[in-house]
């Protein structure tokens, strides 16, 4: 309520105009649809939206005409076991192939360790049935995941949904950027961390 009363009396004009940025914080970013909320009571119309990790997810909605109803039902929608949905969004990855077994960390020292009287082939066929067994340990996956590959999940749970989403509006799943903007007129901006080459990427 606070929130809402400062809100009211810092901004007299209805249909004011401002951009909106959403920083990350996993699943925080429940939040922002009570700020949503918020800003569409006190009459703040949306101009440029940002917004990085779940803050991008959030902008990306609102940018194709979700409301603060619809994202509440939608994000905290409760699966049969009682989880909420986003909760699937935690996904580790489901495989590995038999290159990045062998030429990971693991891989690589497994392959350094050699045994006598053992032919190379059987032997690294043996460090695979060991590797993946090793890995057959959810926290070991992770792990692995983190080290060899710069994140705990795979993010294919969370983009599969994304882009259920955006096709519920107007059949936007496979749309980009450009797209976006020619389709709803708001510019979206999504800023992201590139692992592989540590620079920050701005998409918009």
């Known amino acids: 309520m606070k929130f809402r009363q400062s809100m009211s009396d810092k901004i007299t004009a209805q249909n004011a105009v401002y951009d909106w940025v959403f920083e990350g914080g996993g699943a925080k ?3 922002f649809i009570g700020a949503y909320r918020a800003l ?7 101009g440029r939206l940002l917004g990085t990790s779940a803050g991008a997810l959030m902008a990306t909605l609102i940018a194709v005409g979700y409301s603060a109803e619809k ?17 699937l969004f935690a996904d580790s990855p489901t495989h590995f ?5 062998m030429t990971s960390r693991m891989g690589r020292w497994f ?3 050699d045994l006598p009287f053992v032919p190379e082939k059987l032997e690294s066929r043996a460090d ?3 590797i993946r067994a090793l890995l057959a340990v959810p926290t070991a996956k992770q792990i692995f995941s983190f080290v060899e590959l710069g994140g705990l999940y795979a ?3 969370i983009v599969a949904w994304m882009r259920e989403q955006l096709d519920d509006m107007d059949g936007l799943g496979q749309a980009t950027l450009a797209d976006l903007y020619a389709h709803t007129g708001h510019e979206l901006t999504i800023t992201a961390a590139d692992i592989t ?3 920050l990427l701005i998409l918009n």
């Open 29 to 31: 970013g429940i939040a």
């Open 40 to 46: 569409q009571e006190a009459g703040i119309k949306p």
């Open 71 to 87: 994202l509440q039902t939608t994000l905290l929608k409760r699966l049969p076991n009682g989880k909420l949905q986003i909760s």
């Open 97 to 101: 192939s038999n290159d990045q077994l």
């Open 111 to 113: 392959k350094a360790v």
């Open 128 to 130: 695979r049935r060991i």
């Open 155 to 157: 993010g294919d749970a």
């Open 197 to 199: 080459d540590r620079r």
